[in-house]
């Protein structure tokens, strides 16, 4: 989550290395990536939309209700569709989103879809 201490510290290492990147935007990125700038994608909340956001009264069930495709991820990951041998393992992971979703995760969840399509479209490109 950006505003966090190295958010984007690994980002940066895979962005310099050539790497088609999604990551937190950080004043380090900005920095290094220019010659990189077509492999470096941004999904996720700038630290001041962060800290906005949970003033706000941040409510990840919002974003779990008005987004289908994300409903449907949690929805399959709580019905243990991944794991059939070990129903509920993954119960904690899908209550903390919907509860406290301290990373704000679900908001960043639709901007991260949308980044992987560049991505991907981009990665079919040899020539770029």
Do not use: H, W
């Amino acid at each position: 989550m950006a505003g966090l201490e190295a958010s984007g510290t690994g980002n940066m290492k895979f962005t310099l290395n050539g790497a088609l990147t999604i990551g937190t935007m950080d004043v380090q990125i900005l920095k290094f990536v220019k010659k990189s700038a077509k492999r470096t994608f941004s999904s996720c909340l700038l630290a001041d939309e962060v800290v906005k956001l949970k003033s706000g009264g941040y409510n990840p069930r919002t974003y779990y209700e008005s987004n289908p495709m994300l409903k449907r991820v949690l929805d399959m990951i709580a019905s243990n569709y991944f794991n059939k041998s070990e129903p509920g393992i993954f119960k904690s992971i899908v209550d903390s989103l919907l509860g406290v979703d301290y990373y704000c995760l679900l908001a960043d969840y639709q901007s991260y879809i949308d980044e992987q399509e560049k991505v991907s479209k981009l990665y079919l490109n040899v020539d770029e």
